[in-house]
């Protein structure tokens, strides 16, 4: 039989912070904005965008000519570490913009949690423009917590990654961790003692998947550019 879950447990909330935690009682009624960033775009256009963030800090190690023409036009080589730089915030930016227009958000989104109801913003469920799906905990019939364990320097971490809500209707809602914040909804959850139920399971291959092609060509564009920097560099660092 699993053991009930409490807020105290630090294995599990030791870390969690929302605005609210503090002077949260059984009459809270607490509002959770949501991060829409990392929420996935299409394939088609995550590829494209990934590909044209890495491509471009590729392209003067490609076409070396940019860089052989230091130190005749050192102003050449300065403006492609410029331009390559500027690339990154450039590309978040066109993803925020690209995922307000793929998920029609016109607002700002907000979960609303409360010992008699749950509220969630229909858009990243059913993909409609705005409103509220309402739950109240009657209609809850289960909610699964879906998590994985990995292992650092002797200490278990644990990463609540989906929830799954069964409603006495029959419908089922599933929630990642990539449209939700999670941690804090599990939080609140066990708090005003919904029907939780862990189980764990290893991370699913889209989770792994999005944030490699997220974060990788990120990392990878950075590092192109401070490697030409390098190169180029007056100062031989």
């Given amino acids: 039989m699993q053991e009930k879950l409490t807020v105290d447990d630090d294995t599990w909330f030791g870390s969690t912070y929302f605005k609210g935690i503090k002077q949260l009682n059984s009459a809270s009624n607490i509002t959770l904005k949501m991060i829409s960033f990392f929420y996935p775009l299409k394939v088609r256009t995550q590829l494209v965008l990934s590909g044209g963030l890495l491509l471009m800090g ?40 690209l995922i307000k227009r793929q998920y029609k958000i016109k ?83 066990v708090y005003f003692n919904y029907p939780v139920k862990l189980v764990q399971r290893s991370w699913t291959m889209k989770y792994q998947l999005h944030m490699v092609l997220l974060i990788f060509p990120v990392l990878a564009h950075l590092a192109l550019t401070c490697l030409m920097v390098l190169l180029v560099s007056p100062f031989n660092l």
Avoid: M
């Avoid at 490609?62 to 080589?77: C, D, E």
């Fill in 58 to 97: 590729l392209l003067p190690f490609i076409t070396p000519s940019a860089i052989s023409l230091y130190p005749k036009f050192p102003q050449v080589p300065l403006i492609i570490v410029i331009i390559n730089v500027c690339l990154v915030p450039g590309s978040l930016l066109l993803r925020s913009f």
């Fill in 107 to 189: 607002i700002p989104l907000c979960c609303h949690i409360s010992a008699t109801r749950v509220s969630l913003p229909v858009n990243s469920l059913v993909n409609e423009s705005d409103g509220q799906l309402e739950l109240s905990k009657s209609d809850i019939k289960q909610v699964e917590v879906i998590y994985n364990v990995q292992t650092n320097g002797g200490n278990s971490i644990r990463t609540v990654y989906q929830l799954d809500i069964q409603l006495f209707s029959g419908k089922q809602l599933n929630l990642d961790v990539l449209h939700y914040p999670l941690k804090n909804i599990f939080y609140l959850l």
